[in-house]
């Protein structure tokens, strides 16, 4: 299966991201916060690289893509290389806050 959790950053969506993960999906994980940019700043240090990472160490394949959900272009840019590079999703998590 290959499942896209928006909003994997932390919180709900990483723990579901990571749950996937143990069932044995890929795992996109989505979100702003990436290693060297932290959009909550540096008191939320979590990142999607992170969340990718424990999917794969829980038996899935994680894929970190950064997105900022608010900006259409980004939003048609991650829809184009899902479709490049999956073909599909067979589950979509949206777990964003716009906040």
């Known amino acids: 299966r290959v499942a896209l959790v928006a909003g994997a950053t932390r ?5 579901i991201a990571v749950t996937l993960g143990e069932c044995g999906a890929t795992v996109i994980c989505t979100g702003r916060s ?3 940019s932290l959009a909550s700043g540096p008191q ?43 073909g599909h ?5 949206n777990d964003l806050w716009g906040g």
């Open 44 to 86: 939320r240090p979590e990142t999607i690289d992170e969340t990718a990472e424990m999917v794969t160490k829980a038996g899935g394949k994680g894929i970190a893509i950064r997105c900022d959900h608010c900006k259409r272009e980004e939003l048609a840019q991650l829809a184009e290389r899902v479709k490049h590079e999956f």
């Open 89 to 93: 999703l067979d589950i979509l998590v």
């Open 11 to 15: 919180g709900c969506g990483r723990a």
């Open 34 to 36: 990436v290693r060297g």
